[in-house]
């Protein structure tokens, strides 16, 4: 089946803006993950959603960045007034399992350049 | 909160040569740990991965080695080819993954020489 879908692919913005990127998970999984790649570095988790319920919100780096999860499906990170370092590839990651640990499913990420 | 190392930074062998990556990890309430493999420019893919009731697992020429006593799991490749050549990446995660995610290892670059 299809796999956990980002767009944009690639995002160009000016410092200031704000911007928002999209992640499509795998149907039917209820568990997502966004993290955050800085060039050359590992992943930093972000936020994760269980379903409808409301994320936990200790991973932002700042309040800059807010997340929602519409419907248990698309999620949106939205990053507002962006800075040059917010400049990375943003993953999105689901998976299906409510208990236990989870083997979490990758989308391509967006690569977001802050000018 | 869980703090995973990983070594080393950068690994080149020799092609069908043997590589061996290392983790620790800090908590010891953790009990997955998988292993990603990421490609330039693409995203990561798993490759295998380790549950604590577990001390090894294998599958073709990848095999994962776990230590719950000591805390660290390594990965291991064998026979190495060209296209294994990629940024393997070591993680750790809680029971119920939930809000501490996966917490990831900085990464090895692995470089295979023909």
């Known amino acids: 089946g299809a796999g956990v879908s980002q767009s944009p692919s690639n995002k160009v913005t000016e410092k200031g803006k704000d911007v928002e990127l999209r992640c499509d998970p795998i149907?039917?999984?209820?568990?997502l993950y966004w993290y955050r790649q800085s060039l050359g570095q590992g992943l930093e988790f972000l936020i994760y959603f269980q379903g409808n319920s409301a994320p936990d919100k200790s991973g932002l780096p700042s309040d800059r960045f807010s997340a929602e999860r519409t419907g248990g499906s698309v999620s949106t990170l939205t990053i507002q007034r962006t800075q040059q370092e917010d400049s990375a590839v943003y993953l999105c990651?689901?998976?299906?399992?409510?208990?236990?640990?989870?083997?979490?499913?990758f989308g391509p990420g967006t690569r977001l350049l802050v000018l | 909160g869980e703090n995973v190392e990983q070594h080393p930074s950068t690994l080149s062998v020799q092609e069908g040569d043997s590589a061996v990556i290392k983790c620790t990890y800090s908590?010891?309430?953790?009990?997955?740990f998988p292993w990603y493999k990421q490609e330039l420019g693409k995203r990561p893919q798993l490759i295998i991965d380790i549950r604590s009731n577990v001390g090894e697992k294998k599958d073709q020429r990848i095999a994962v080695t776990l230590n719950k006593t000591a805390k660290h799991f390594s990965l291991h490749i064998t026979e190495t080819q060209p296209e294994d050549s990629a940024v393997y990446f070591c993680a750790a995660s809680k029971p119920g993954g939930g809000a501490d995610g996966l917490t990831f290892g900085k990464g090895t670059h692995l470089i295979i020489q023909p």
């Open positions: 908590d010891s309430a953790s009990n997955y």
């Open positions: 990651a689901s998976s299906p399992i409510l208990r236990g640990a989870e083997t979490q499913y």
């Open positions: 149907s039917g999984h209820t568990a």
